[in-house]
């Protein structure tokens, strides 16, 4: 059968058995491949032909295209598109439950993450541009256990969580039919972890710079506090009694994680769309309960997960309009406080906190102003830039009669200038023992918030 094999493809001209395996899945390919010699010659055999090229480009987006933070693609390497193709077809199989042997857990979680950052700018909202990466990460992972399954004491706990940040949202939200009750179930056991790692006051510390990042000079993203953030705000959102809270949403879509995603048309130097109209979700428990929580030992506490499960608690969530703008450095009068952190040096190793090097991403400063629903307007001073991880880092102050009083720090979700926007959170300015904390979600709306929209 081999030989008949071999001298049936001897016949054929390489390029139309590519051509005909192009339009086959990677599954079929594989297989096709484990025929015989001559068929695993002209899948497999080096140079590599364009035969993988295609297959991965009718699934996935162009890597080249991809928007790069930081460090370059090397355009001139070659990109592996069998091993890459290959791995994200063995990672979706991990996902659907079965066992690939050399394929760690860790494996599959920073293969589905690159897929993430492999997702191309958006160039023009007006044109149909179809993210390849973000509709195949999106069915791989809609009927999958490997999101939901939380392993808190694992190696790559920052990895998951970080993963999830991007996509689980929106995979929740685009289920339906009878699926929607068991998510809504997880969605509610996830807020009480949620809330109580979220307004544990604990981890609001010089240390971790009174944000979501990890106990370390660096300001490195803590993608589990992000993701409490996130869940926090989101079920909040779900439950507000009003029309305008469905219209008033962040968008978690996978698409809305490209870059440009939140606005394609804006000044150039603003590479973090800071500029515009932004609508912000804020949420936070009655200090009374706040302290309850953390101090004392009501339903077994402090800090117990049960003290959510009460039906009389309550949580307020509060939308607030910023209208900001880019500004020098020297007009702010917080400046000090926006930097304060940033240019000190590792203890070991001399490496600077600042961010990336790459000239294209400066530090950008802006300043502007917030309107809560009951008139008390406050001034804003800020500042945005590249951390470490390559993640816009978002700082600012909130003012009051000249003294800053609230402190916010935020991380962007997805890529550069995304729809997504950035999650956070609002501390006291002061940063006593005890001060109140509580997360934070701002994006830009598609439809600028008003004076005449009564969304408070």
Not at 49 to 64: A, N, Q, S, V
Request: with cysteine.
């Amino acid at each position: 059968m081999a030989s008949t094999s071999l001298s049936i493809l001897a016949i054929i001209p390489p390029e139309i058995a590519e051509h005909a395996l192009s339009m086959c899945r990677v599954k079929d390919v594989v297989s096709f491949s484990e025929t015989c010699w001559g068929a695993y010659r002209i899948v497999h055999d080096p140079p590599p032909p364009p035969l993988w090229r295609r297959l991965f480009l009718t699934e996935f987006d162009d890597p080249w295209k991809a928007f790069w933070i930081g460090d370059k693609a090397d355009t001139n390497a070659v990109y592996n598109w069998r091993g890459v193709l290959i791995r994200r077809f063995q990672a979706a199989q991990v996902a659907r439950g079965k066992d690939v042997p050399h394929l760690s857990r860790k494996d599959v979680l920073e293969t589905f993450l690159s897929i993430v950052w492999e997702i191309p700018p958006m160039t023009d909202p007006k044109e149909d541009d179809t993210c390849r990466n973000a509709v195949w990460l999106s069915l791989t992972l809609r009927n999958s256990k490997i999101i939901t399954t939380h392993q808190h004491w694992s190696d790559e706990y920052q990895i998951e969580a970080q993963l999830r940040a991007y996509v689980a949202l929106g995979i929740d939200s685009a289920t339906q039919g009878p699926k929607l009750r068991s998510v809504y179930s997880r969605l509610e056991t996830r807020r009480t972890g949620s809330r109580t790692y979220t307004y544990n006051l604990e981890h609001y510390k010089e240390r971790n710079h009174y944000g979501p990042y990890l106990n370390s000079p660096k300001r490195r993203v803590n993608w589990v506090h992000v993701e409490a953030l996130m869940n926090v705000v989101q079920s909040n959102i779900r439950e507000i009694p009003h029309q305008w809270a469905r219209e008033v949403a962040p968008p978690v879509n996978l698409e809305f994680l490209r870059a440009n995603s939140s606005s394609t048309e804006h000044n150039p130097i603003d590479w973090a769309g800071v500029e515009g109209s932004w609508a912000r979700y804020v949420c936070f428990m009655d200090y009374r309960e706040l302290f309850a929580f953390n101090f004392t030992s009501m339903y077994g506490g402090p800090r117990n997960p049960a003290y959510f499960n009460d039906p009389s608690f309550r949580e307020a969530t509060r939308l607030i309009r910023l209208d900001l703008q880019l500004t020098s450095p020297d007009k702010l009068k917080f400046r000090g406080l926006m930097d304060a952190g940033y240019d000190i040096a590792e203890e070991q190793g001399g490496e600077s906190v600042s961010s990336t090097s790459d000239p294209r991403y400066p530090t950008l400063y802006f300043t502007g102003s917030s309107r809560g629903s009951i008139g008390n307007e406050a001034t804003i001073e800020g500042n945005v830039r590249l951390g470490v991880d390559k993640v816009p880092l978002w700082r600012f102050v909130s003012i009051y009669d000249g003294h800053a009083q609230w402190s916010s720090e935020g991380v962007q979700i997805g890529h550069v200038n995304s729809a997504v926007g950035v999650v956070g959170v609002w501390t006291s300015d002061t940063h006593d023992e005890g001060d109140p904390a509580g997360p934070f979600w701002f994006w830009k709306p598609t439809q600028p918030l008003d004076e005449a929209n009564d969304f408070m």
